[in-house]
């Protein structure tokens, strides 16, 4: 497969929730797996960083992410994702997107979450994650429903370019 484009801030297609998919193990399924693992790998050769995509951000409305959270964490894709729990307690960060690389966003996230899946076998899994891969997959699965990150600011003051976020940290 191949890197594809990432869609922009301001695309409707971002707004809009995805469809759940059937048959995990059709070449379509594969096909958008290896678009988005591929897709991810160029945006993090090209600027440093990067850590998950969703299927949406390459203009596919399907229920799929992937993640790639290494040395340690987690690496693949998650199909058909549900955050099933959440804790009650919350943290904030800086939050960025691929949809919108040059804008930092001040969002909270629950510290702990547990997600279920299927993986590209059609395996049903879940997943417990706290910190960086809890914030992670709750932007991920945002992206799924049509929630971006804008919409999860703390604040009308959360808002910050990336080059005065990366002078003021």
């Excluded at 090209?46 to 964490?73: D, E, N, S």
């Excluded at 549900?82 to 009650?88: F, K, R």
């Excluded at 929630?147 to 703390?154: E, H, K, S």
Aim: charged share 25%; aromatic share 8%.
């Amino acid at each position: 497969m191949s890197s594809r484009q990432i869609l922009q801030l301001g695309n409707p297609l971002l707004w809009r929730p995805s469809v759940r998919i059937e048959d995990i193990r059709s070449a379509e399924t594969r096909g958008i797996v290896c678009d988005l693992s591929d897709t991810l790998a160029a945006f993090r050769q090209t600027t440093g960083y990067g850590r998950g995509i969703a299927a949406p951000q390459i203009g596919l409305l399907k229920r799929v992410i992937f993640v790639r959270m290494q040395p340690a964490g987690f690496c693949g894709p998650l199909i058909n994702p549900v955050i099933t729990w959440m804790s009650y307690a919350t943290f904030e960060l800086w939050d960025d997107c691929f949809s919108f690389p040059d804008l930092m966003v001040r969002v909270s996230r629950a510290a702990q979450i547990r997600v279920d899946y299927q993986d590209d076998q059609g395996e049903r899994t879940t997943l417990e994650a706290e910190g960086d891969l809890s914030e992670l997959l709750q932007h991920e699965i945002d992206h799924l429903d049509g929630v971006l990150a804008v919409q999860r600011a703390v604040s009308p003051q959360a808002f910050a370019t990336r080059a005065e976020w990366e002078r003021n940290r």
